[in-house]
């Protein structure tokens, strides 16, 4: 794990109550691939652990936290210039489509308990507009160094649907399964703010590490107070609506998807990535 650098030295004691309190934190993410070609003459278990590492890959990525007192962004670090994840060989092409939600904004109001979050689906602009999920936390006495801070455990477990994608006889089959999983949280009084990365919060410290046994976010840079002000602003595009509305479109598109590229020779993943038999 890569070490936090505190950027910023306060010397005096600080409360999230103080006047002009604001920061940034720096987090990078990794995600497991359930990634499966159920058909050894489409391509062999080599070629299938090297695509999972791509597809791995393409999910490490840096988001930043932008937050005061009250509101926050948490948004993608996107590089100009990136170069596309690809794989050659025995028929198979994985290559990146965009949409990827590198423009995605997700801005919370903890005064309000709300939440805006701007995203698309197959370049189709939404802006959800909902209330901040409430975790059901299990504090921990457990503590762990994060950098320099020290940090606490904390757990919530919930039922979830699981969605695999497999190739059989060259055609997607989507299985959905339901499971209860386990989200541990390490959080730090030091900074006593109930907030944290993508939608996490609830915590009586900033969440510095994220784990849902599928995908890790980690604090790797934390500055406050910095010289330069941060703006933070609430994102403003796309179609208005409820996260369960947007759920129900989501699935529909999903839903389309999955047909669309039955009996073809390809395979759309999701997250901009599509893969291609033949040829």
Do not use: H
């Amino acid at each position: 794990m890569k070490a936090i650098f505190t950027t910023f030295v306060l010397f005096f004691v600080f409360t999230v109550n103080a006047q002009n309190f604001q920061g940034k934190a720096i987090y990078k993410t990794s995600q497991k691939s359930n990634f499966e070609i159920d058909d050894d003459k489409a391509v062999d278990d080599k070629m299938q652990e090297e695509i999972r590492k791509r597809l791995e890959k393409m999910n490490q990525k840096t988001y930043i936290l932008n937050f005061d007192k009250n509101v926050s962004t948490y948004k993608e670090d996107v590089k100009l210039n990136a170069p596309k994840p690809q794989v050659g060989g025995a028929g198979i092409k994985v290559f990146s489509l965009g949409g990827s939600g590198a423009s995605d904004i997700y801005f919370k109001n903890l005064k309000k308990n709300s939440y805006l979050n701007q995203t698309e689906i197959q370049g189709k602009r939404f802006l959800i507009k909902d209330k901040l999920p409430k975790y059901e936390w299990e504090l921990s006495s457990e503590t762990k160094n994060i950098g320099t801070y020290t940090c606490y455990k904390a757990t919530f477990s919930k039922e979830v649907e699981r969605k695999n994608i497999t190739v059989k006889n060259g055609e997607p089959v989507e299985e959905v399964k339901k499971e209860t999983i386990v989200t541990t949280a390490w959080y730090t009084p030091q900074i006593p703010l109930s907030n944290g990365p993508s939608n996490y919060q609830g915590l009586p410290g900033l969440i510095l590490e994220i784990n849902d046994g599928k995908k890790i976010i980690v604090c790797t840079e934390i500055i406050l107070n910095p010289k330069e002000k941060i703006t933070i602003q609430e994102p403003k595009k796309g179609k208005v609506v409820s996260q369960k509305k947007f759920n129900k479109i989501r699935k529909e598109k999903t839903d389309e998807m999955m047909e669309k590229m039955k009996g073809r020779n390809g395979l759309d993943l999701g997250n901009g990535v599509n893969i291609k038999f033949g040829g």
